[in-house]
């Protein structure tokens, strides 16, 4: 999946941040540098490792838009 500014919003903890588990799940190096969000928008990760990155982040809302998300992709897919 190609990740977008909406995506990496979704992997904020309640308060805000980002937990160091949810940014090297989706391949982000330690400690992030300074722009690491805007470098991410638009690159490939895969989608298990974004679904872990949720998982990490904590946050139920985000879990609950991610399935929303996944739903609403699933929808596109040309069933046979």
């Known amino acids: 999946m190609i990740l977008t500014y909406e995506d990496t919003t979704m992997l904020e903890t309640p308060k805000g941040g980002f937990k160091t588990a949810s940014l090297i799940a989706i391949g982000v190096e330690m400690p992030p540098k300074k722009g ?3 470098r991410l ?8 490792d974004f679904l872990r990155a949720i998982e990490y982040s904590e946050s139920p809302l985000k879990k609950k838009a991610l399935a929303q998300k996944i739903r609403d992709d699933l929808g596109q897919i040309p069933l046979f």
């Open 36 to 38: 690491w969000r805007d």
């Open 41 to 48: 928008v638009g690159t490939e990760v895969k989608e298990a």
